[in-house]
């Protein structure tokens, strides 16, 4: 992990603003890409979302099909079934 050096204020709210500097850096488009939190020993971690495969938790070539992601390795895995 590297540190960035910057520091943010939660507003009465909860909200927090990512800065743009990091928003350019992870690729995430402003009103489009969503954000996921994780909670490790004492930090928080924040990561651009990515969907991934229900079956495999691959995040390469996923398509959705009611509702669930699925990769095209386990769609054809399926369709040999």
Do not use: H, W
């Not at 590297?2 to 850096?25: E, F, N, T, W, Y």
């Not at 924040?46 to 699925?70: E, H, M, N, W």
Request: charge should be positive; hydrophobic fraction near 40%.
């Amino acid at each position: 992990m590297r540190a960035v050096g910057c520091v943010r204020q939660i507003d009465k709210l909860g909200r927090l603003v990512l800065p743009a500097d990091i928003r350019k850096s992870l690729g995430i488009v402003d009103g489009t890409d969503s954000v996921e939190f994780f909670i490790e020993n004492d930090s928080v971690i924040i990561k651009k979302y990515r969907p991934a495969c229900v079956f495999c938790g691959s995040a390469d070539d996923i398509t959705s099909f009611k509702g669930q992601t699925l990769c095209e390795g386990c769609i054809a895995e399926l369709k040999r079934k």
